[in-house]
């Protein structure tokens, strides 16, 4: 892929950058600032290069009209605090209306200007369907000259939108920023060619969730490990009582099939053992560990038994992929799996360890391990789809040319 570091003299010139700023906002305040920071090495080095930068972003999904709870102004200041230069942010609906068209034109060099949130145009995710979606895509690269189009919006590269793929067919140049590169090598060319032994881990709540990537990461892992309420279709389908335990019955058939192709494949597939199993769905509940799920009873966490399995699994492992939290962490109760692997994973020697989006992430996070693992993706959809093995839209959109 060509980079920002593959751009020649852009001094004085606009460069169009798209980029993920779907943050969590509650009552205009930013919650969760990964996603802006995952941006900050892209937008600097496009400043040092001298470029007049215009930004982009879409903000949850307002249905192509303007709902100010989405609108992108809280990430104005955000973004001028740690860059430490002045970002005017355009409050225009349109996006790419009479407002924002001339303060492109005023921009000056080192300057940013933020637009409103690109899917308050119902265009933005109709592009390749309607006319009007490539018309939008064209407004959005005359900001920039139809010069050049970074792609740093990893969040969003499983999206085929105006403003990651439409723009590419009116840009001059389309390049990734530092963002999506660093996503594109630990997400896809780690699980490519793993150092071994590779070891992914997988949780959450459901096996749906998750079809293809347990499938596709059966064709590249030595072990997989399977935690989380997922954990409970598995061990239904092999004929064990799970309780009230969260369980996709239609999804049983899958994970047999599942099972059998780890057998084929020679990869070793880690179910829980023992469980910490509640009554309620709360931290208050009534909860004990146990081998077998009781009737009437949850699974909500995996057991001590399973985490000394699962630690023993992860020893010596050079490649580590993890998606889903292994029970229901944001209850102290049941977070003692979840922070255990996320211990074990964190102190592993020489190892690359990659966080795939979502769940796992904030975990990751909210336990204090951020900083010890090589990579924590930026992306949710995105990073799944990446693990399926699927070709993403918006990766590929940027060296079309
Ligand atoms: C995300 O949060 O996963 C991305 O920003 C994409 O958002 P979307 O699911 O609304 O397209």
Redesign the pocket.
């Known amino acids: 892929k060509k980079t920002i570091d593959d751009l020649n003299d852009i001094k004085g010139q606009k460069v169009l950058v798209r980029c993920?700023f779907?943050v969590p906002i509650k009552d205009g305040v930013i919650q969760n600032y990964n996603?802006i920071d995952g941006a900050l090495p892209t937008l600097k080095k496009l400043l040092e290069k001298g470029a007049k930068l215009i930004l982009c972003?879409?903000?949850?999904?307002p249905k192509g009209e303007p709902v100010r709870e989405l609108s992108l102004a809280p990430v104005a200041p955000a973004l001028a605090q740690r860059l430490g230069v002045a970002v005017k942010f355009v409050s225009d609906p349109q996006v790419t209306g009479e407002s924002t068209k001339k303060l492109a034109q005023q921009l000056k060099e080192n300057e940013i200007l933020l637009l409103e949130n690109t899917?308050y145009r119902e265009e933005e995710?109709k592009y390749g369907k309607d006319e009007a979606a490539d018309k939008y895509a064209k407004e959005l690269a005359e900001l920039c000259d139809n010069g050049v189009f970074v792609d740093d919006?990893f969040?969003?590269a499983?999206?085929a939108?105006c403003s990651n793929v439409g723009v590419t067919k009116y840009c001059i140049e389309n390049v990734v920023g530092y963002l999506m590169e660093k996503e594109i090598k630990f997400l896809g060319e780690t699980v490519e060619n793993p150092a071994r032994p590779f070891v992914a881990i997988l949780g959450g709540a459901k096996v749906s969730d998750k079809i293809n990537v347990i499938n596709n990461l059966l064709d590249k892992v030595d072990t997989l490990i399977i935690g989380g309420g997922m954990a409970y279709t598995f061990a239904r389908a092999q004929g064990e009582e799970t309780g009230s335990s969260l369980c996709e019955e239609d999804k049983l058939d899958y994970a047999l099939d599942m099972i059998r192709k780890a057998e084929d494949k020679k990869v070793k597939l880690l179910l829980p053992v023992d469980h910490v199993e509640g009554k309620e769905f709360s931290n208050e509940t009534e909860f004990k560990i146990v081998d077998h799920i009781d009737k009437g009873w949850s699974g909500f966490d995996i057991g001590p038994k399973t985490i000394e399995l699962y630690k023993k699994a992860l020893e010596g492992a050079k490649t580590v992929v993890w998606n889903g939290p292994m029970g229901v962490f944001e209850f102290e109760n049941f977070a003692k799996g979840t922070l255990e692997i996320c211990k074990a994973v964190a102190d592993l020697k020489d190892a690359v360890t990659v966080i795939g989006?979502?769940d796992s992430v904030n975990a990751v996070k909210r336990l204090g391990f951020a900083d010890k693992m090589t990579h924590i993706s930026t992306?949710?959809?995105?990073s799944l789809e990446f693990l399926e093995g699927k070709e993403l839209p918006g990766v590929s959109a940027a060296d079309n040319k």
Do not use: I
Not at 379 to 382: F, I, T
């Open positions: 993920d779907n996603r972003s879409h903000m949850g999904k899917r995710t919006a969040g969003t499983h999206r939108h989006g979502g992306g949710g959809g995105a």
